[in-house]
């Protein structure tokens, strides 16, 4: 571990606190100078960093900055051995991860960047992640199950992000099927699950799931403004904290996944059920009334008139959307 690594870890745990830089030097094993270096490096990176004469260093609470070394302190004990990996930039944490996957990258493998380029979404459609303002990472998983089993890996996600929100912000959000969360009106997260078949022996290589998070966001482009919103504005909680909470939260379910526990929560906290919704199928929109999530996370939707008899069906994929409100 460098010294600018094991001093981060140790600014992180104590956070707001002001540390004697020849105490930290001590317990390093490294000199005064060394831990100096070490704090102008982590300052030209953007943390934010105090120094007081006979009082120390101290990383100010308002520091805000994605790090392997924050994220690990705040995991439960036994997911804190998980490879986690941040970036500046890339152009997908998605795309990425899919690389790593395919030269072995090992199950758990969390890989984070403070900004994407090539953000992704659902149906080829870009996803807006600037720089310094959300949290956007994905996870490496190499299942057991079947690629039909997948969709499993989408819902447990979302309740992760959900159960993270509300216990770290206190803040209630809800599912809109399949993969976006929403607080209140506004969509605050969405999450892409794509998997890598080993084609030659036809098995499930490997799922990457992409999270999504706006936090701090506060402009977005024209055409997101109505539709896109943040969770964390205003908030001193930092990111840090969010990541590992829904880190957390997703590794607890996962370890459980095919018993499917966690599908109540999902029917729960769904914010289209009981709601008339469209649906895209061969390239027309349907109406249809939501009417159930099943075991495996399809949406059973109820098309057709009273009059000539409605009829229950069950979205396994595609696109929704929620008619407004009366």
Known sequence: MSVKTELLSILEANRGKDLSGEEMANAMGVSRTSVWKA????????YRIDAVNNRGYRLEETSDILSAEGIRLKLDKKYQGI??????????????????????GEHGFVLLSEEQTQGKGRLGRSFYSPPGTGIYMSILLRPEFSGSDTVLVTTAAAVAVCRAISGVLGLETQIKWVNDVYWGEKKICGILTEAVSDCEIGKLDSVIVGIGINYRTEEFP????????????????????VAAAVLNEFFKIYGNLMEREFMDEYRARSNVLGREV????????HTAKAVDLDADGGLVVECGSVEEGRVRRTLHTGEITLRVRE
């Open 39 to 46: 704090v102008k490096a982590l300052r030209e990176e953007g």
């Open 278 to 285: 469209q649906f895209l199928e061969r390239g027309v929109w």
């Open 222 to 241: 024209e055409e997101l403004k109505e539709r896109a919103g943040s969770v964390g504005a205003g908030s001193r909680v930092p990111r840090n904290c």
């Open 83 to 104: 490879p986690i990996e941040v970036h500046k930039t890339v152009g997908s944490t998605n795309t990425e991860l899919k690389r790593r996957s395919l030269d072995g």
